[in-house]
């Protein structure tokens, strides 16, 4: 299904609602990803349906069957967090739990902030304590050469090795990603973390580059951090203690604050 935002942007996205479903997960994707790469295979779809959730994933623009741009503006964070509310606008939605992975966290950090009353559970994964102080400037810089260079192999760092064959591998258009990856975003507003009213959860593999997601929950009146043990930022997603974490937290089982 796809439906078009206010500023004229065709967003694909799916919407599978069990007839007796309890309450409403929104799935955002990361970097070179798309709903079904990030969600689907990995697991996910099939955990949330058998717990009863009604589960809407969306290709963020610039991804998979979204509508893509080659212009940098397309992708302000002001208007990927937009896009996530007119969704749940669009479905009738009050409110749904929100959960980001990687890119897709920092998306989910938006739109709470923009519109926290829409969020009953914030789920950041594949971040750390690193999106406290980010500034994407130079790093922004090597994942636009990746994106664009003509043969991949010239990538010396390994992890922009791994983006760049990822898109490839998903057929992704790279102009868009680079583009993406050149928006001109401001820091995101970490001092109104504080302020957040809803239960947050920061998980992160063990490996992962983005920090501690420990410390990041640190951040939130109501936040929880979880590392999982023996994975990487890609290992963690699909992983079942990433999910055994979520769904602990969504229960109200994580008492402890920042428990590892």
């Known amino acids: 299904m796809d439906f078009t935002t206010t500023g004229g942007f065709v967003l694909a996205y799916d919407d599978i609602a069990p007839v007796d479903y309890e309450r409403a997960i929104l799935l955002i994707h990361g970097f070179a990803s798309n709903r079904n790469e990030g969600w689907k295979r990995t697991g996910w779809y099939a955990a949330l349906e058998r717990r009863r959730f009604r589960v809407i994933a969306l290709d963020q623009r610039g991804h998979g069957q979204s509508g893509k741009s080659h212009d940098p503006a397309a992708y302000l964070r002001e208007n990927l967090a937009r896009d996530v509310v007119e969704l749940i606008d669009h479905l009738g939605i009050n409110r749904v739990d929100l959960f980001g992975y990687s890119m897709g966290a920092r998306t989910a950090a938006a739109a709470a902030l923009a519109a926290p009353e829409r969020f009953s559970n914030l789920i950041l994964g594949g971040v750390g304590d690193k999106l406290l102080t980010e500034r994407m400037g130079e790093r922004a810089d090597l994942m636009v050469g990746a994106m664009l260079a003509d043969d991949p192999e ?42 957040l009213p809803m239960p947050v959860l920061a998980v992160a593999g063990q490996r992962e580059t983005n920090g501690d997601p420990v410390e990041l929950a640190r951040a939130f009146a109501h936040g929880h951090g979880i590392v999982v043990s023996g994975c990487d930022h890609f290992s963690a997603i699909p992983h079942a203690l990433t999910k055994a974490a979520v769904f602990d937290f969504i229960d109200g089982l994580l008492d402890d604050p920042w428990a590892r």
Do not use: C, H, M, Y
């Open 154 to 195: 010239t990538i010396t760092e390994p992890f922009l090795k791994s983006f760049r064959q990822f898109a490839d591998e998903q057929g992704e258009d790279r102009q868009a990603l680079a583009a993406f990856t050149q928006a001109a975003n401001p820091p995101l507003d970490v001092a109104g973390f504080a302020n």
